[in-house]
């Protein structure tokens, strides 16, 4: 499952064009290298459960308060009511919401992970995001492993839930700072798009933090600040490089060597308490 | 009978104001008594108050937040706080002047003051950057906020901002991770932590100095995950939909009492804070000072379990099955 664009120029399902390149390439060779164009390495946008396939240990993850739902506390109404929101976004992606969180493994490590899905209403963190990212945490700090966030919102906090989404930034950095206290190994994986109240939150909290390349990252969303000083950005801005660059990623990863990668961290970065 | 619109009701106000000082000016030229008179004015003034009070729109709200006259931050740090030291620089960077940091006392009680201040003349505004702190406005707040740790002085931050600044130097030097930090260290921070929405609590921008033991909003302020204007351009796809926008985010203070984030309303004068500022930082100083008296006993590892729990209980959601 990927977020191929759909050209209508595009034989069935053989081939795909790439948003990097723009150029048309194989299907399943575009699957093979998970979801990486082989001609220029652009990354796909892919679904989460995709993710932890290619991060975990096979059969290795357990999900952990898979059924949790969102509440609708404002009522709220835009042109559509947030609820009817929330059942179309579940019904597109198969999810029941923008989190996912649970245990797993990775080269036989023990390992606590969450991850938040683009797809779903921008991967914007409402209370179930926030409740999820913050419980994780806490049974990471209980059960002493290492914790594990792979983000990718477009959105930060969701509107739909007002100030409450708001408060889950609090809610997520409160947990992951006793996590913290507790000397846990926190590896904070950025995918595209990562932005707003999730990079102003947890997602930048980390002990070790990674990108995929060119993956968009930032605070404010390209367009806002486009818009507000109404002249074009610079060329790369907002994209992984362009955070390496200014010191706010350790590593940028390709995502074929993530596992690999994340692997090597956790050995040297064992805890010693 | 015809609804008076909140223009005609505010009119009204207006005449009554003016009539109540003719006759208070009369009754000084020539000192005869008009107290019943007076008395029925006044009466009357504050009946179309609260009428125009219930008839506010939540998008009037967020408009009297950013009302021009309204008292900003440096107002009531000259109204509030006595023997203000200022202290300045996030020693990275500058010296942020959205956000203005320094060491106050109100009578016994010492602390460190943190505020977001938007400037009032043009050439202020701008310098301020119309109170949008930049990635080392925060870092500032948080550098001195460790000295009060580190000095056992509790904390107190005025917020009024529209959000944090989004532009291209903001994002080169970190602003989500500012941000992030701030309030990941105020979650920690082993002394006691004020907050007080002034004006405008913009999202993550308020955030950044907005985490603490007691949260209190004044009555025309109001604290939102986006900008109405900002979700009616997102969810409705047209910027003019902002006062649907208002209402639908639930962003006053009325709101924020019910869903049990903020403690505590601090009720506006008559026509609001700009209508009498120094009300209004009497009622605010009468805050502080409550506020610390009450904080300053609680152990503060009870207070840091406390500060967790505020956070950790907000958010509604289903568990099935």
Redesign the interface.
């Known amino acids: 499952m990927v977020f191929f664009r759909k050209k209508k120029d595009m034989p069935n399902g053989l081939w795909v064009r790439c948003d990097g390149c723009k150029g048309v390439v194989y299907k399943k060779t575009v699957e093979e290298r998970m979801f990486v164009c082989p001609d220029c390495n652009h990354h796909f946008r892919i679904f989460s459960k995709d993710r932890l396939n290619f991060l975990l240990d096979e059969n290795s993850f357990e999900e952990f ?1 898979e ?5 609708d ?2 009522h ?4 559509i009511t947030y609820p009817e929101r929330v059942a179309a976004e579940q019904k597109k992606t198969g999810l029941k919401e923008a989190a996912i969180v649970g245990q797993g493994k990775i080269e036989g490590k023990p390992v606590m992970v969450g991850i938040t899905d683009p797809s779903f209403i921008m991967g914007s963190m ?3 995001v ?2 999820k990212i ?1 419980r994780i945490a806490e049974k990471a700090t209980e059960l002493r492993l290492p914790l594990i966030i792979i983000s990718g919102s477009g959105g ?4 739909q ?11 997520t ?6 996590f913290q ?1 507790a000397g846990g190994l926190y590896i904070s994986v950025l995918t595209d798009p990562s932005l ?2 999730v ?7 980390a002990d070790v933090t990674i990108a995929e390349p060119r993956a968009l990252i ?3 969303g390209p367009r ?2 486009q818009e ?2 109404r002249r074009s ?2 060329k790369g ?2 994209t992984a490089e362009f955070l390496l660059e ?3 990623l350790d590593r940028i990863v390709h995502r074929q060597d993530m596992r690999k990668e994340i692997s090597k961290l956790l050995d040297y970065l064992q805890n010693k308490k | 009978m015809v609804e008076k619109s909140v223009a005609e009701l505010e009119n009204l106000v207006l005449e009554v104001e003016h009539q109540i000082k003719d006759v208070e000016g009369a009754c000084q030229k020539d000192g005869v008594d008009r107290s019943v008179e007076l008395k029925v004015l006044r009466e009357r003034y504050e009946a179309l108050h609260e009428k125009l009070r219930s008839r506010l729109t939540p998008y009037d709200i967020v408009k009297l937040a950013r009302h021009p006259l309204r008292p900003l931050t440096a107002d009531y740090i000259s109204m509030i706080i006595e023997d203000f030291v200022e202290l300045h620089g996030d020693r990275h960077f500058g010296d942020d002047k959205a956000i203005i940091c320094g060491l106050g006392s109100i009578g016994q009680e010492r602390f460190l003051f943190i505020g977001q201040q938007k400037g009032k003349s043009t050439k202020e505004r701008i310098a301020c950057n119309f109170g949008m702190p930049n990635p080392e406005g925060y870092r500032k707040a948080l550098q001195k906020m460790m000295l009060a740790e580190k000095f056992g002085l509790p904390i107190v931050t005025l917020i009024d901002t529209p959000g944090a600044n989004p532009d291209i130097g903001a994002e080169e030097r970190g602003q989500a991770c500012a941000i992030a930090e701030n309030i990941y260290k105020m979650c920690r921070l082993k002394t006691p932590i004020v907050n007080i929405v002034i004006g405008e609590g913009g999202s993550g921008g308020a955030l950044g100095i907005g985490i603490g033991d007691k949260f209190a909003i004044l009555e025309f302020a109001y604290y939102s995950v986006i900008s109405p204007e900002g979700c009616a351009a997102i969810l409705w796809k047209n910027g003019e939909n902002a006062s649907e926008a208002a209402s639908a985010l639930q962003l006053t203070a009325r709101d924020l009492l019910r869903f049990g984030v903020a403690d505590e309303i601090l009720p506006e004068p008559l026509g609001a804070a700009h209508k009498n500022p120094r009300a209004m930082a009497d009622s605010i100083k009468a805050y502080i000072v409550r506020c610390l008296k009450e904080l300053k006993g609680i152990p503060i590892e009870d207070l840091l379990e406390s500060r967790y729990n505020r956070y950790k209980r907000t958010g509604k959601y289903l568990e099935l099955g």
């Open positions: 308060w059924n949790m739902v969102p509440c506390p404002l709220f109404k835009d042109r409402g209370a179930v926030g409740e913050a930060g906090a969701r509107m839930e007002g100030v409450f989404s708001l408060m889950q930034m609090a809610k950095s409160a947990a992951i700072g006793r206290d707003g109240g990079m102003a939150s947890f997602a930048s909290l930032g605070f404010a806002v600040i507000t000083i950005l610079p801005f907002q200014h010191g706010f």
